[in-house]
């Protein structure tokens, strides 16, 4: 198993651009998630999907977007990127929706400049 | 969970010692505590959890232990090594909750 798979692995985005993050895991986990990572911060989420079909807000969704078509696919979208948007994403992946063990992937590093 | 604070944010043992990490948290319905190491420039990964029907919970020089009635839980490494340098965070559920919330992370430092 590969388990979850983020690319890129970097990007850089000028303001006003788009782009896709994609995220997809092969371990036929229902609950996926996306947390951005601020230095000093810790993690915080930005959108989940309790399984294909469906996905809700997290903590941070203002300028990002997603969609669950399928169980291993879940991609995050990010529209006209703005500074604040500069972070580490990380996709990550559960079998239990309460809250069990995550499987992280490698995480996207984003600049937005 | 609504808020999880932790402390301390950086954390200095000698190759050895003990290592005590504590989160408090907010929401007494809370139902699930892990603990995630965080090498640095790698991904988060679960280093042990525990539920809310456990007080304690050991793997070997590692364990967490839950006080439901203060609200907090501590993360405890015994016997520290250099390859134990990280950034810990904890999180807790909430109550029915598909969202973890963080704390800010611990960077713990182990002095050869």
């Known amino acids: 198993n590969a388990g979850v798979t983020q690319t890129p692995k970097f990007r850089i985005l000028k303001i006003g651009q788009s782009m896709t993050l994609q995220c997809t895991q092969d371990?036929?986990?229902?609950?996926m998630y996306w947390y951005r990572q601020d230095p000093g911060m810790g993690l915080k989420l930005i959108y989940y999907?309790?399984?294909?079909?469906?996905?809700d807000k997290g903590e941070v969704p203002n300028g990002y977007n997603v969609s669950r078509s399928t169980t291993e696919d879940f991609p995050l979208r990010l529209e006209l990127a703005a500074p604040s948007q500069t972070s580490v994403y990380f996709c990550?992946?559960?079998?239990?929706?309460?809250?069990?063990?995550?499987?992280f992937g490698n995480g996207t590093r984003l600049t937005v400049t | 969970g609504e808020n999880v604070e932790q402390h301390p944010s950086t954390l200095s043992v000698q190759e050895g010692d003990s290592a005590v990490i504590k989160c408090t948290y907010s929401?007494?319905?809370?139902?699930?505590f892990p603990w995630y190491k965080q090498e640095l420039g790698k991904r988060p990964q679960l280093i042990i959890d525990?539920?809310?029907?456990?007080g304690e919970k050991k793997d070997q020089r590692i364990a967490v232990t839950l006080n439901k009635t203060a609200k907090h839980f501590s993360l405890h490494i015994t016997e520290t090594q250099p390859e134990d340098s990280a950034v810990y965070f904890c999180?807790?559920?909430?109550?029915?909750?598909?969202?973890?919330?963080f704390g800010k992370g611990t960077k713990l430092s182990v002095i050869p």
């Open positions: 990550a992946s559960s079998y239990e929706g309460d809250g069990g063990p995550l499987h």
């Open positions: 999180a807790d559920s909430g109550a029915g909750s598909y969202q973890l919330t």
């Open positions: 525990i539920r809310s029907n456990v």
């Open positions: 371990m036929n986990h229902n609950y």
């Open positions: 929401d007494s319905a809370s139902n699930y």
């Open positions: 999907s309790v399984g294909a079909g469906i996905t």
